[in-house]
């Protein structure tokens, strides 16, 4: 009688890398001092600067992460400054 085969382990899983959830102030530069929080109840997402108090609001949906928050944030910062460039 010969011996059973064995299946062979299934490779584990790769752990997703955790995004930061504190960044660089666009307006003071001061490294780490924006946080972002996500309020699912009400749907908002908030990056404000512990430094120089600037912040930012916008809606979330489900899939969104604080770096999806603060990416919009610089977004807006941007277009902000093009539009003052193009008025100018």
């Given at each position: 009688?010969?011996k059973?085969?064995?299946r062979?382990?299934?490779?584990?899983?790769?752990?997703?890398?955790?995004?930061?959830?504190?960044?660089?102030?666009?307006f003071?530069?001061?490294?780490s001092?924006?946080?972002?929080?996500?309020d699912?109840?009400?749907?908002?997402?908030?990056?404000a600067?512990?430094?120089?108090?600037?912040?930012?609001?916008?809606?979330?949906?489900?899939?969104?992460?604080?770096?999806?928050?603060?990416?919009?944030?610089?977004?807006?910062?941007?277009?902000?400054?093009?539009l003052?460039?193009?008025?100018?």
């Amino acid at each position: 009688m010969g011996k059973r085969k064995s299946r062979a382990k299934p490779p584990p899983k790769k752990r997703m890398d955790k995004l930061d959830t504190v960044f660089c102030c666009p307006f003071c530069n001061h490294g780490s001092s924006v946080e972002c929080r996500i309020d699912m109840k009400n749907l908002i997402g908030e990056a404000a600067c512990r430094i120089c108090q600037e912040s930012f609001s916008t809606t979330v949906t489900a899939l969104t992460e604080p770096i999806d928050i603060y990416s919009e944030w610089i977004d807006e910062c941007e277009r902000v400054n093009n539009l003052d460039d193009d008025t100018a």
